[in-house]
Each structure stands twice: as C-alpha cells, then as structure tokens.
C-alpha cells in the first residue's frame, strides 16, 4: 500500500486540482490553500473510498462507508462499515490502529461520510473521535439527513478539531446515491435495466431473450444486482423466462454474502404467477415478494402465501399502484431497487417519473421484428414535448458491448 502521496497517478491528481475552486469553496479555505495538502487529502481520501466500496451489498439500510488514520504521513489504521449494527467505519480505523499498538493521538482522520453525532444502532462516533485526540478530519460528504446533517461538524470543531469538507465528494455521493435517496425521502432509488439489441430488443418475436450480452455485460449485471436491495420485475416476464433472479457467478453459484440476497419482486395484478416458478420454489423463496392486486382471485393469493410472501396493493389503472409499492418498500428499509424489465413495466417506472438511473446494454446485434419485445414499451411519448431526457450520461465499451448508465432528468 502506498503511503507517499507523490505516488498519486498524474492524471487522478490533475483532474481533482482542475476541480480545486469547488472543493475549496467548500471548505471556505481559499485564502489558505495549500496545495500539497489537497493532494495529500485527495491520496487519502481515494483509500477511504476503496474501502467503503468493501461494503458494496452489505451495508443497507447503512451508507457504505471508509476511513483511514494517517500520522507524521504514514497509514496507521484503516476500516470500513461492514453491515448496519457493526462499528462504523472511524471506529473500525481506530481499533486497526490501537490492535497495532498505535496511539491515533495527533492524527489525522480521513472519512467518506460526515461522522455520526448521535446514539443509533452504535454510540456516536464523535465521542470516539474527540476521545482519541484525533487533530484534523477531513470528510468528503456532509450526512445528507437534515436531522443530522453537520452536527458533527460542529461538535468536531467545538472540539478544537480542524475539519475539511467536501474531498471527493462527487465519488462519495455516486458511491451512495440510493441511501443518500432514501435517507431524504424514504423511497427507494430506483434503476431500470435493460439488456438489449442494437436496436432496442429484449427478446426475439418467439419470447427467446438468453444470452443478448457478452460474458463481461452480464457479470456487471450481476453486480448491480448484488449492490441493491431489491429485483423486480413483471409477471409476463416471470411466465416468459422463469428467472431466479440472484446474484450469480457465471458457475451458478450465488456472489458473497450468500446470506443477504435481494429481496426478489413480481407485479402480478391477478396472481398468475406458477406456484412451479422458480421464485415461489426454490431454496430463495423467502426473499420473494408477489405483489398482487386487491382484485386477485382469493384461492391463487393463498396458494402463493404459502409459499412466498404476497402483498395485497391498490390498483391504478388496472395495474399495481407503483406510488403505494415505492412507499412501502421504503417503510420496509428496502432503499433500492433494480427494474429489469420486461418492456411494460420498464415503461411504467420511466413514464411514471419513478426511475432515477438507466443502466442499458447494448450487444452489437440487431432482431428486427415489429412484435419483438422492447427494452422500454408502454404508449410511448407522443410528442418531443414529453420525452425523457437523461442526463449525467456515461458510455463505456464491456467487451464487445456497449454501456449506458445516466440519470432521468425530468
Ligand atoms: N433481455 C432482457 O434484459 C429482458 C429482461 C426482462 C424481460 N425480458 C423479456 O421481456 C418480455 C416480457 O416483457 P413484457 O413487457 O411483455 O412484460 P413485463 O414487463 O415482464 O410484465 C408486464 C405485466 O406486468 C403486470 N403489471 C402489474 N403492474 C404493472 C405496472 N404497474 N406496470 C407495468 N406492468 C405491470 C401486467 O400484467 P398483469 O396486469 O397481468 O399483472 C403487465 O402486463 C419477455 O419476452 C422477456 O423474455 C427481457
């Protein structure tokens, strides 16, 4: 592990010192700069955003979170939050240092999210940071829960503290984006996915929809799979695919931790789902949710809860109210959520401005077919007035695929 900052890759360095006037703004330290302390916080604070990644699908409902000590230039202590009851980042970096038998004395402590000033699930990680004479805190994000948001700030410069903000905080917030979400509102983020032709197919005109992507574009998936908390999709897909909708390896095994799966979710309106599906069957069927209509006849509704749990929703035009489910889901801490498709329900999320994020993969292939399934059906605008625009737009090549990820700006 490098401890010299001066082992900054040259283009990470320059690119966060043309971002200067903003994190400094920030900070309110325009008079002061010192340059080679941005670069140092920026080294520092890069390895803190390592290791929360550590926690990616872990966390929930808690942000990912990292943190190191740094003293006289040398990493002493590292840690990150690795599931919500656990110590948090700060005290898993302090334990690091004091089980190497370093004081944090005189330290400098480099966090990705503003530390906790108040009694939750753990004690307040100020206290332990004041306790430890800890002498500067540099913090990427400030806690963006109004109830909480720069208290512990405060309480750390009341302390005598020098305490910076604002060091990568773009990374810290993208890393973040669904708690940051549901923490405000208490709905989950939600990313609609699609694996697709080069001309928008998700399926051919027979319903055949295996395999449009290559290895890489589907391993990806699979990750983002694993980051959130919860995988919908329509019941003509369940009828058409019968997907288990885990988090696999390309062997079929599920990716670490086995023990903390997505909870798995159809819209059903009628309660069509085959008691033979595989997610009302298999070894998962405890993280599966049937949501049904209010409608749905009463002998499938039960058959199915013997199995799997089903929730009873209130309809809006004759499909699942996706409003009611969005706040339930966020009532039962579920602070993600993964649409993946088919094209109706794609549709729903995006014309219902419920989506937050695409993430599209396009294979170099093209179906053709004016019945095939598409990537995103519904009505369709109908005029330029009501299209959806997207916005904070990156493309990358994953083999021979290429990704879309971006934001709805509606
Ligand atoms: N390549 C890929 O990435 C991919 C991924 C997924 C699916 N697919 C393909 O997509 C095809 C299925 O797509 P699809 O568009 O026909 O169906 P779908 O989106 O899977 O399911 C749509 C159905 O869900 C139910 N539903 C309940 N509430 C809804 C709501 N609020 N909004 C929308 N739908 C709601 C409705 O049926 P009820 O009224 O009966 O409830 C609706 O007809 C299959 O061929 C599948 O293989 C491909």
Redesign the pocket.
């Known amino acids: 592990m490098a401890t010299n900052p001066s082992a900054i890759k040259g283009r990470e360095q320059t690119d966060d010192l043309r971002r200067l006037p903003k994190s400094l703004e920030t900070a309110g330290h325009i008079e002061n700069f010192d340059a080679r302390q941005h670069a140092c916080d920026v080294h520092w604070m890069r390895l803190a955003l390592g290791l929360a990644r550590k926690g990616w699908g872990r966390t929930s409902p808690n942000p990912m979170v990292g943190a190191v000590l740094v003293k006289a230039g040398k990493l002493i202590g590292k840690g990150w939050h690795k599931r919500a009851g656990q110590p948090h980042a700060e005290i898993e970096a302090l334990c690091d240092a004091e089980s190497k038998g370093i004081s944090p004395e005189g330290s400098m402590l480099y966090v990705t999210l503003e530390p906790c000033s108040t009694h939750g699930r753990t004690p307040p990680c100020t206290d332990a940071i004041i306790a430890a004479g800890i002498k500067r805190v540099v913090m990427a994000t400030v806690d963006p829960n109004p109830r909480h948001s720069g208290r512990g700030i405060d309480l750390l410069r009341h302390a005598s503290i020098e305490v910076i903000t604002g060091c990568l905080a773009h990374s810290a917030e993208r890393l973040n984006e669904s708690w940051n979400h549901w923490i405000l509102h208490r709905t989950p983020w939600v990313i609609v996915?699609?694996?697709?032709t080069l001309d928008g197919?998700?399926?051919?005109v027979n319903?055949?929809?295996?395999w449009?992507?290559g290895p890489l574009a589907r391993a990806y998936?699979m990750r983002i799979r694993r980051g959130v908390d919860a995988v919908l999709?329509?019941?003509?897909?369940?009828?058409?695919?019968n997907?288990s909708l885990t988090p696999r390896h390309p062997d079929g095994t599920i990716l670490p931790p086995a023990s903390r799966l997505p909870k798995r979710v159809?819209?059903?309106?009628?309660a069509?789902t085959p008691l033979s599906a595989r997610l009302v069957s298999d070894d998962f069927r405890d993280s599966t949710l049937i949501?049904?209509?209010e409608n749905a006849p009463h002998r499938r509704v039960e058959s199915l809860s013997r199995q799997v749990t089903v929730w009873s929703a209130p309809?809006?035009?004759?499909?699942?109210?996706?409003h009611w489910?969005l706040n339930r889901l966020g009532e039962e801490e579920i602070t993600s959520v993964l649409v993946?498709?088919?094209?109706?329900?794609?549709?729903?999320?995006l014309a219902?401005k419920l989506a937050h994020r695409v993430v599209f993969?396009y294979a170099p292939r093209i179906l053709g077919g004016r019945d095939a399934?598409?990537?995103v059906?519904?009505l369709g605008a109908g005029n330029w007035h009501e299209v959806l625009k997207l916005t904070a737009v990156k493309w990358r090549r994953i083999g021979p695929d290429l990704l879309l990820s971006a934001r709805l700006a509606y």
């Not at 319903?207 to 295996?210: A, D, H, L, T, Y």
């Not at 329509?234 to 695919?241: E, K, Q």
């Not at 309809?315 to 996706?322: C, H, K, S, T, V």
């Open positions: 996915k699609a694996a697709m197919k998700i399926a051919t319903g055949e929809s295996k449009i992507t998936s999709v329509g019941i003509n897909t369940v009828l058409a695919d997907p159809v819209l059903d309106t009628h069509r949501v049904v209509g309809l809006q035009n004759g499909r699942i109210d996706l489910l993946e498709g088919g094209g109706e329900v794609n549709a729903s999320f219902n993969l399934p598409k990537s059906a519904g």
